[in-house]
C-alpha cells in the first residue's frame, strides 16, 4: 500500500496557499520510500474558529508505518547522529515568500520585512501552533505534539544556510 497523500480540501484554486500544498504533496511523493506505508493529510488556507489566531496557511498531519530516517541530522555536532523512527506527526506551517534581502535570521527566530517594517514570522508561527493545538484539543478532545514551521518559499538551502547560525530554527528552503 504505499503512502497515500491527501489534500483535504474541497476545491483548489491559485492561491499561493493551494500552489504550495500541490507542491509539498508533489515533494512528499517523490521522498518517501515505497515501502512506507501510511496516511498524510494536507489542508491549506485554514480557519481555526474561536482561537486568538484564526489562519493559518498550511496543515499536515499524518502516520507513516516502516519510516526510518537512518543517520539523522542532530543540530548537536558534538551529538550523534542516530536513526529516526517517523511514525505520527502535525505540522503547522506559514508560508514566507520574501525575497533573501528581505529575510533576516537573528537567534533562533526569522524575520521578514512586509511593508517597511520586520516581523517576526517565528512569533507568527508559535501562534498558529498553539491556535492549532488548542482548536484540535477543543473539537477532537486529543492533545497532538505539532511542530510550527516557516517555509521561506523565495530561498534556496544554500542562501538560508548562508542566513543562519549554529541555533536550530524552524525554517524550510524553497525546496526540502
Known amino acids: 500500500m504505499a503512502v497515500q497523500i491527501t489534500i483535504i480540501n474541497k476545491t483548489t484554486d491559485d492561491s499561493r ?18 515501502n512506507v506505508n501510511g496516511q498524510i493529510y494536507i489542508g491549506y488556507s485554514l480557519t481555526m474558529c474561536g482561537q486568538l489566531v484564526r489562519d493559518l496557511d498550511l496543515m499536515v498531519i499524518g502516520r507513516l508505518d516502516n519510516y526510518v530516517l537512518s543517520n539523522y541530522y542532530t543540530n548537536l555536532p558534538t551529538m550523534p547522529k542516530k536513526n529516526l523512527i517517523v511514525k505520527d506527526f502535525c505540522y503547522a506551517i506559514e508560508l514566507k515568500e520574501q525575497s533573501s534581502d528581505f529575510v533576516k535570521i537573528s537567534n533562533t527566530h ?45 530561498l534556496s538551502k544554500e542562501e538560508l544556510d548562508g542566513k543562519k547560525n549554529r541555533l536550530p530554527i524552524g525554517a524550510l528552503p524553497n525546496t526540502f
Open 110 to 154: 526569522v524575520y521578514v520585512e512586509y511593508k517597511n517594517q520586520l516581523k517576526d514570522a517565528t512569533e507568527q508561527s508559535e501562534k498558529q501552533r498553539y491556535a492549532l493545538m488548542n482548536y484540535l484539543s477543543s473539537i477532537c478532545n486529543c492533545n497532538l505534539f505539532i511542530t510550527n514551521l516557516v517555509w521561506l518559499k523565495s
Open 17 to 34: 496557499e493551494c500552489l504550495a500544498a500541490l507542491e509539498l504533496k508533489n515533494n512528499l511523493k517523490n521522498t518517501i520510500p515505497q
